[in-house]
């Protein structure tokens, strides 16, 4: 057998311009996708099939919505922050979605230096997003355990519609576990980065495929896509 | 001047990728068992599906049995009816077709046909496999568990698949619906392997438009699950949450067994909405790879290029979009607004326009062919009936004023059975016969496959045929027994008997078929390379059966489209992908 090259070469190919590009892509020899690693397409698709399950469950919330019987809670007074005797309305809500879209920044910046071969920022990055992952994640624990206290069940809560918990817990727990298993992908692929693992391109624990920095950008996008799917839930759910 | 073939070029374009690295085991647990190799992975597949078949077949008899003979079998009493009719559903589409076609045919057929090594990720790719395995596994523990397997019917609507009285309602439900989200999450990660091995990872020279069907068929059903399962697997967490945590999603407020139920204000209707948005694509997760490869095994059999082959692969896409948009044509009569029921037959009607194009292509494919009569081209031509006449029977039923009246009864039974069981099932044959020479290096012997053939087809038709005059009665599916029901005369009650017959005689002829699979790995006609003069990669490969990393020391180079049999000038009837122009020999 011929010895064995990197699977993915990214080197710019020419492409048409609009339409006639992406029929040209598609048609094309070998691959659809020019340039677009193999982890990279494969996380796209997953995205595909993981939007279709997010929606299914805002969907089903919404159906649940209207067929109970019972008054929906209202959300801006369910989700306040009593602060120096005063009720402010989704103020923890708003804070946890600052802090969410926040790390969507500092992923795209890590990115970037991952692409410019710069262990330590990508590093700091990666991990400065991991940390703002951990603490969206903490301030839904906090965000639970409140409700908890409030007497809201899966099953029943004091306010209204039995379904105003359900949907809440099973939605924001989805979420929150997508968001954890996000925050220790993270760290994983940070301490590939720190090891050096991209630039020696180490054969990964989980696909067996050599390590480069388009693995930064694959898990880029697993996390904006999670922070996207919190903003359909914070429209509405929160906001509705 | 020269003929120019279809589609052939003389260059083909430089390798894009360099070649894929495979992780070589060394032990023979490793090459045997956590292998990595997508062709062993899809055998894995192929063997646990048709294992958990076999029990559904059974299944199947028991039901028979009881419809056939009522009150003549002790052992089968109302609670395990149900179960049976419940678990044979599931078993066969979900845990047998999908995983056979998608799993097993999928992995075996997609690199050897697309000219890759391997699946791009192939230790996901083995995953998926055990984590499949661990859901069959959930999926027959059900059976020991107290209470038994659920008896919801394989739909499992809410509210009575959870209520206490429903066979299975502790234990069972519970089983069935963890091991179905481990089966989508198993499915996903093998379902992702394969789209992007179609999509990525191709030889140099393999268009998308070069590929043969049989992986037009495979990728385009794959996409749908991948779309589908989605559904599925939110309905089965609710389901869960509601039987576990006492939520109300699917739940009415309801007086069961005398006691007010706690639930209150859910949506039982919006269970059926995710069911059949994952159910109805699902049709066309088992129907598709079955057009693709039955194709393939007609245009090979018959000496003769695919008829219209541009238009085969746009009719699977098509019917992919469509087969998203016609769901609730199973919900006629669950109470919807009559407009939806307006739109949703309309879309049905058109998606078999497509579907009809297909048709015509495959017989007009045999039309002056160079028809072999093999076992796969039997069991291709099977298929091609059993299909139109299900098909036929579903444009019945997609009328809403004409499947009202027969919802619920046999002649649904009849028509779900020969469109998605029969025609599949007769492609599942056909593919066997006509790659396991590939798989093994011998073939099947061909005395066993035609007794098997024509036992099969006229069996089955045996069954179905007379189940339709049945439905037309108004004798109800699912139903344990008639008994002195007025509207249906006694004479339904020996039709039912001689269906029975039938179907025992059918399931026993299967025994042939899974002895002909043991007798000829031993005992067959070694078979060589290419037993059947076929054009695609998988047939051109250095070893039979071919090793790990399929194709020896170099990938072949594709020059022309799968379907090159019987061109004008050629010395041989057929030309493999991988011969340039200049190649072929002319006299």
Redesign the interface.
């Known amino acids: 057998m011929t010895p064995a090259t990197p699977t993915t070469i990214a080197q710019p190919l020419p492409l048409a311009d609009g339409v006639q590009g992406i029929v040209a892509d598609w048609s094309s020899d070998q691959r659809a996708f020019k340039n677009v690693p193999w982890g990279k397409a494969m996380m796209w698709i997953f995205l595909l099939s993981d939007t279709f399950i997010f929606s299914a469950f805002l969907i089903s919330y919404m159906t649940v919505r209207m067929s109970t019987v019972e008054p929906w809670p209202n959300p801006s007074e369910v989700f306040a922050l009593t602060l120096f005797g005063k009720q402010v309305p989704l103020l923890l809500i708003a804070i946890m979605t600052f802090i969410l879209i926040s790390s969507s920044g500092t992923m795209a910046m890590a990115v970037r230096f991952g692409y410019q071969k710069n262990k330590q920022m990508t590093f700091i990055l990666l991990l400065i997003t991991a940390a703002l992952g951990a603490t969206f994640v903490g301030m839904q624990a906090f965000e639970w355990i409140t409700l908890i206290k409030d007497g809201v069940r899966p099953w029943g809560n004091p306010m209204g519609a039995a379904q105003f918990g359900s949907a809440f817990f099973m939605i924001t727990g989805f979420h929150g576990t997508h968001v954890t298993i996000g925050v220790i992908f993270l760290i994983v692929v940070a301490i590939k980065v720190l090891r050096g693992d991209l630039d020696h391109q180490r054969p990964g624990f989980l696909t067996g495929r050599k390590g480069n920095y388009e693995m930064v950008e694959t898990m880029g996008l697993y996390w904006h896509f999670v922070d996207l799917v919190w903003v359909f839930i914070f429209a509405l759910f929160y906001l509705w | 001047m020269a003929y120019v073939a279809h589609d052939a070029s003389v260059f083909?374009?430089p390798?894009?990728?360099?070649?894929?690295?495979l992780?070589h085991p060394k032990t023979w647990l490793g090459k045997y068992v956590w292998s990595?190799d997508a062709k062993v992975i899809g055998i894995q597949y192929a063997i646990t599906a048709i294992g958990i078949g076999l029990v559904a077949l059974v299944m199947s008899w028991l039901i028979r049995l009881q419809l056939g003979f009522p009150d003549s079998f002790s052992f089968i009493d109302p609670s395990n009816y149900l179960q049976f009719v419940t678990l044979h559903g599931m078993i066969m589409v979900v845990y047998l077709l999908t995983a056979l076609f998608l799993g097993g045919f999928g992995n075996y057929l997609i690199p050897l046909m697309v000219g890759s090594r391997d699946m791009?990720?192939?230790?996901?790719n083995m995953v998926s496999y055990w984590v499949y395995l661990f859901a069959v596994l959930l999926l027959v523990a059900s059976f020991f568990v107290p209470g038994g397997p659920t008896g919801a019917g394989w739909t499992l609507y809410p509210p009575q698949a959870i209520l206490q009285g429903t066979p299975g309602a502790t234990w069972g439900i519970i089983l069935m619906l963890v091991s179905l989200v481990f089966f989508i999450i198993g499915f996903?990660m093998g379902g992702?392997?394969y789209?992007?091995t179609v999509?990525?990872?191709?030889?140099?020279?393999?268009?998308?438009?070069r590929m043969p069907l049989t992986i037009w068929g495979i990728f385009m059903a794959t996409v749908l699950a991948?779309?589908a399962?989605?559904?599925l697997?939110?309905?089965a967490?609710?389901m869960l949450?509601d039987l576990l945590?006492?939520?109300?999603?699917f739940m009415p407020a309801l007086v069961s067994m005398g006691q007010q139920s706690?639930h209150?204000?859910?949506?039982p209707l919006?269970f059926q909405?995710?069911f059949w948005?994952f159910g109805h694509p699902e049709v066309y997760i088992v129907a598709l790879p079955a057009f693709g490869i039955v194709s393939d095994l007609l245009s090979v059999h018959a000496r003769k290029n695919i008829f219209g082959y541009r238009m085969m692969v746009w009719a699977i896409v098509a019917i992919g979009g469509l087969s998203f948009v016609v769901w609730a044509h199973h919900m006629y009569v669950s109470g919807m607004n009559p407009y939806f029921g307006f739109f949703f037959a309309t879309t049905t009607l058109i998606i078999a326009v497509p579907t009809a194009l297909k048709v015509y292509n495959w017989v007009l494919t045999l039309w002056h062919g160079n028809i072999q009569l093999t076992v796969p081209m039997l069991f291709a031509i099977g298929f091609i009936f059993a299909f139109i006449h299900g098909g036929l029977t579903g444009l019945f039923l997609g009328n809403v004023t004409v499947s009202v009246p027969l919802s619920d009864t046999m002649f649904v039974v009849a028509h779900f059975h020969l469109v998605m069981a029969v025609a599949p099932i007769m492609v599942v044959f056909g593919a066997i016969y006509h790659w396991y020479p590939k798989i093994t290096g011998r073939m099947l012997n061909e005395g066993m496959g035609k007794f098997h053939f024509w036992a099969t087809f006229l069996g089955t038709y045996a069954i179905y045929l007379p189940m339709h005059y049945l439905g037309f009665l108004g004798v109800p599916r699912r139903y344990y027994a008639v008994g002195g029901t007025d509207f249906i005369p006694a004479s339904a009650q020996s039709l039912n008997a001689g269906i029975t017959i039938a179907s025992l005689l059918v399931g026993a002829v299967q025994l042939v078929f899974l002895y002909n699979l043991v007798w000829s790995y031993f005992k067959g006609k070694p078979s060589g390379g290419n037993p059947w003069n076929a054009t695609t990669l998988e047939w051109q490969t250095a070893d039979t059966p071919p090793k790990h990393?399929n194709f020896g020391?170099?990938l072949p180079v594709v020059y022309r489209w799968a379907y090159d049999y019987s061109v004008p000038g050629a010395d041989q009837d057929f030309i493999p992908q991988n011969v340039p122009a200049r190649e072929v020999a002319r006299t």
Do not use: D
Not at chain 2, 264 to 267: K, L
């Open positions: 083909a374009p390798a894009e990728v360099g070649e894929m690295e992780y990595q791009v990720f192939p230790y996901v996903t992702l392997n789209v992007v999509l990525q990872a191709r030889t140099r020279g393999m268009t998308l438009m991948l779309l399962f989605p559904a697997l939110v309905s967490i609710m949450f945590l006492g939520t109300s999603f706690e209150a204000g859910g949506s919006l909405h995710l948005f990393g020391a170099t």
